[in-house]
């Protein structure tokens, strides 16, 4: 298989979660990876990740000049990926891990349905100790996916691999919320345009850490699902359910919803 496929990776602060992922990728082709900090108090030792990198491809290093947010972060991954000639992009975020031949398996589901344009899979989430507290598995069809959207992202987004031809119509994410559900916003603007999918099978092993955006920046990224639900606002009752959803969940813990999950998942 050619060299068509690229790994964006924005990254702030992180670097061991960094060398754990780019150690995760284990595939039978050639992958180029872009990263690009978003500011870090101390430069990425670039040596030490490109050997800690098992497939061959290049890997690429992008530097902000201060720290404006991973949205921002992504889409300059994303302007790195538009100069190139790659049919698909993918994206990771520091510390998740992958699963061995997690690529060519999604590479191959789209081949076979070239009707979908950007594909994620089910996930394993894990916390920082590496003690399994559930499984994430969204709908697999597009129009369930549509449909759901309103609830939450139905994307897991480390999981995703995108067809690059879809950029030019939703050509970044959206920075207003660059700080916190950037790619909610942009997942939403996808599924109006093109067919999306799940793949049935956990292929990303999604690690809890106290750091992340989603536990540090839980309450402004609940708060900017509110606002992008109603940008995208339809009536029906997925919508008001989802709105309604939302503004409670704003109001109750991220570690008690992660030990709820846990308990239903045994």
Known sequence: MDKRLIITIPHYNN???????????????????????????EKLDETLIISSYK??????????DGNYGVGIAANKCIEFVKKGTYKYMARLDAGDICHKDKFI???SYLKHNDKIKLLGTWARVLNKNGDFLFNIKHPINHNEIKKK???NSMFVNPTIVLETSILETVPKYPEEYRNA????????KVIKHFKCANMPEVLLD????ENSISVKKRKLQVKNRIKIIIENFKFGPYSFYGLARSIILYFIPRSILTMIKSKMSK
């Open 149 to 151: 959207m309103f609830l």
């Open 15 to 41: 670097f061991n979660g960094l060398v754990k992922t780019i150690q995760s990728i284990n595939e039978s082709f050639d992958i180029d990876i872009v990263i690009t900090d978003d500011g870090s108090p």
């Open 105 to 107: 398996k999604q590479l």
């Open 206 to 209: 999604y690690i809890i850490d």
């Open 55 to 64: 497939n061959n491809g290049n890997i690429f290093f992008q530097y902000l």
């Open 181 to 188: 559900a950037h790619d909610y916003a942009f997942f939403f």
